[in-house]
């Protein structure tokens, strides 16, 4: 798991609902058997025409989101399909963070797993985060894992719930499977109790 | 204290419990296929580790493969990928229903086919429709390739409990209505967010009554209302489905499991954070409309125009799913042409999904200007379908018959509906882009899409079979 404890950075506004990991990678580039080099296909069909060339009215095209490192969107971003594929181009674009009103269930998880930092906010406070927003960007925006914050360039803070054990694994980047590795003595007791009891 | 089939399920896995933590569970059983598995197995790899119960875990391929010269993989990375999957399996000692398997199928058809999907199992697959097996009163959900290798690794997962909801569907289906309309309408009321953060359990006398098939169709779909899982309480019809299949418990070790599974079920007082009561006499055929399943109407039914939205971002979404779609609002649903129709996918693939549609089609000709095809789940159901001469049928009224596999459900192996196009199908999404680029999604029953093939057009089903056998039909789960 790679670490996280906090980031500084712009954020581009993708002012969408349910957009779904099918949108955010889609499928023809699920094809390779490694995690590298997905960010060029990120939101592919959204970013180029048909053609190859780019989709100058897409959000993410326009040169202040270029300079983004945080995403904010709106309710059930990342709903639909499990693949870890969406958040391996995330990253590999450049994202950071991801602020959302909710997200999918699977797709949560894996940001987390890739070490990237979802986060929940409400509608209202997203709208509130954006009041310093420069066209399709929010700049200076620092969000502190820790404390559990997000501040922006006026001194607001929004606060955000993380559950308490993946925020120690992420502040750590603990390696997951060897914390379970640690538990070998209980799986191996739960298998052989199981083996008796049915 | 009373409880719910959700704590029982969940309390009977796990493995370490502490204070401020999630759970440790412990997973009974591990679906693999080919396209979220490379980068599990080459992490396992990196760090010098094993596959810890590599009998708890089955593979297939089923995303990529071709369903027309399966053996010719024409794509290189596709082909790359179900190699990858051949290799690791081989290496690390992982059962593989491959390509020249009579086995080989969708891993959400054949896991429950094969007898490896049993109540009171945890099941987990790196394919978001793992929700499918709880039909069978499993806890099964889709997770990332992170988590395929932590199960490779551990055989077990870090879960914090979900809140549980009781969706409750009581009384009798309207005649020509199915399990797929019962979900579609379900999302369609209710919202694609109404389970976020949920396990679902459905409940009520028209749950009872569906067969396995039409539970798994219900189950399948509950990802598409947000949730994190669903469950049915197995009951004699789980039991007697379950009996004879291949890998499933046999004789007196069959009968002392349906005993233990018998007491999965929720207790009479047991509390759910969330209740809600459907009659199922509301329900109609239906057919979405737009980008998410919740754009979703019955037959009778009239495209939203943007003058309906409530607020500015409904307004928005709206109109985006219309561009997206090609519509302008006010259309009539029965009005929508087609070019494609998808009889297939995890959701309705299995033998009563093809034997229903087969009804509708029996003697009649697929209109001239659809291409329709039908894909089984499996090589089993294939089978099975050919001996009771459903290909025939289907030939004869003009679908293509083909080999099994996810097919046009995504899309990722040849079976793409062309930009602009429209396609009647069985799967379960209409995002935009989800069966090729531009592609127009419309989701339906089976026997909705088989009836959109004959007429080139969406139909209300109603219309074309006598009541009859209509009803004879609704129960037909095999």
């Given amino acids: 798991m790679l670490g996280f404890k906090t980031h500084s950075g712009s954020a581009a506004i993708l002012d969408r609902d349910h957009v779904d990991t099918d949108q955010i990678i889609p499928k023809q ?45 709106g309710k059930n971003f990342g ?58 960007l929010v700049r200076a925006l620092m969000i502190d894992l820790e404390r559990q914050t997000v501040n922006n360039e006026k001194g607001e803070v929004f606060s955000f719930e993380f559950d308490p054990y993946w925020k120690k694994m992420l502040l750590n980047g603990w390696d997951e499977i060897s914390i379970t590795l640690q538990q070998e003595a209980s799986i191996k007791k739960y298998e052989d109790e199981r083996i008796v009891n049915g | 204290m009373s409880k719910t089939i959700i704590d029982k399920l969940w309390d009977r896995h796990i493995v370490a419990q502490e204070k401020n933590k999630p759970d440790l569970l412990y997973i009974d059983l591990h679906l693999i296929h080919e396209v979220t598995s ?93 929700s499918t097996h709880g039909a069978f009163g499993a ?133 759910f954070d969330q209740t809600i009561e459907i009659d199922a006499r509301e329900i109609e055929p239906m057919v979405t409309w737009g980008t998410t399943p919740s754009m979703c109407l019955p037959i009778s039914g009239v495209i939203p125009s943007d003058e309906s939205s409530t607020s500015a971002e409904e307004r928005q979404s709206l109109l985006n799913a219309h561009h997206y779609m090609g519509f302008k609002g006010n259309e009539k649903i029965e009005d929508i042409s087609v070019q494609h129709v998808f009889i297939g996918s995890c959701t309705n693939s299995r033998l009563s999904d093809l034997l229903q549609a087969s009804k509708v089609v029996e003697g009649k000709k697929v209109h001239p200007e659809v291409r329709a095809i039908v894909v089984p789940g499996s090589q089993a159901v294939k089978k ?11 030939l004869e009224a003009g679908f293509e018959w083909r080999e099994s596999g996810c097919s046009m459900c995504l899309g990722m192996n040849d079976d793409i509906v062309p930009e602009g196009e429209r396609c009647a199908s069985t799967s379960n999404r209409n995002f935009a882009g989800r069966q090729g680029k531009g592609a127009r999604t419309h989701l339906v029953s089976p ?27 609704h129960y037909a789960g095999v």
Wanted: some cysteine; proline content about 3%.
């Fill in chain 2, 384 to 394: 099975e379908a050919e001996i009771l001469g459903l290909h025939q049928i289907f």
């Fill in chain 1, 79 to 136: 709903c639909g399909s499990s693949r870890e594929h969406a958040p391996w181009a995330l990253k590999d674009y450049g994202f950071h963070v991801i602020i959302a009103e909710s997200f999918g269930d699977i797709f949560f998880n894996n940001c987390v797993k890739n070490g990237i930092l979802p986060i929940r906010l409400t509608k209202e406070e997203i709208r509130n985060l954006q009041s310093e927003r420069a066209g399709n």
């Fill in chain 2, 139 to 271: 806890l099964s959900f889709g997770i990332g390739t992170s988590e395929v290798e932590h199960v490779l690794a551990t055989q077990t997962l870090w879960q914090s409990k979900p809140k549980q909801m009781n969706v409750k569907i009581e009384g009798e289906l309207g005649f020509g209505v199915t399990a797929k309309d019962v979900i579609l309408w379900f999302i369609a009321k209710y919202g694609t967010n109404v389970g976020t953060g949920h396990i679902i359990e459905f409940s009520g006398s028209t749950v009872r009554n569906f067969s396995m098939e039409e539970r798994m169709t219900l189950c399948n779909m509950s990802i598409e209302a947000g949730a994190k899982a669903s469950v049915v309480s197995p009951d004699e019809v789980t039991f007697s489905y379950i009996s004879g299949k291949r890998y499933a418990p046999k004789d007196q070790e069959f009968l002392e499991s349906c005993k233990r599974w018998s007491e999965l079920r929720s207790d009479e007082n047991a509390t």
């Fill in chain 1, 29 to 73: 580039f699920l094809k390779k058997i490694d995690k590298a080099g997905y960010g060029e296909f990120l939101f592919f069909d959204w970013r180029y025409h048909s053609d190859g060339t780019e989709n100058k009215d897409f959000e993410l095209n326009s040169s202040e989101a270029r300079k983004s490192s945080i995403l904010i969107t």
């Fill in chain 2, 447 to 473: 026997i909705m899409a088989a009836a959109a093939a004959l007429k080139g057009k969406f139909t209300d089903v109603r219309s074309i079979l006598p009541k009859k056998e209509q009803e004879v039909d």
């Fill in chain 2, 38 to 130: 490379p980068q599990a197995f080459a992490g396992l790899r990196e760090k010098n580790r094993t596959v810890r119960r590599p009998d708890l875990c089955f593979a297939t391929m089923d995303h990529n493969i071709p369903t027309i010269d399966r053996f010719n993989i024409k794509d290189e990375t596709s082909r790359l990928q179900v190699q990858t999957l051949e290799k690791n399996c081989e290496e690390f000692g992982i059962q593989l229903e491959g390509l020249n398997s009579e086995q080989q199928g969708i891993v959400h058809v054949i896991g429950p086919d094969l007898g490896l999907t049993l109540p009171g199992k945890t099941i987990v697959c790196g394919d978001s429709h793992t």
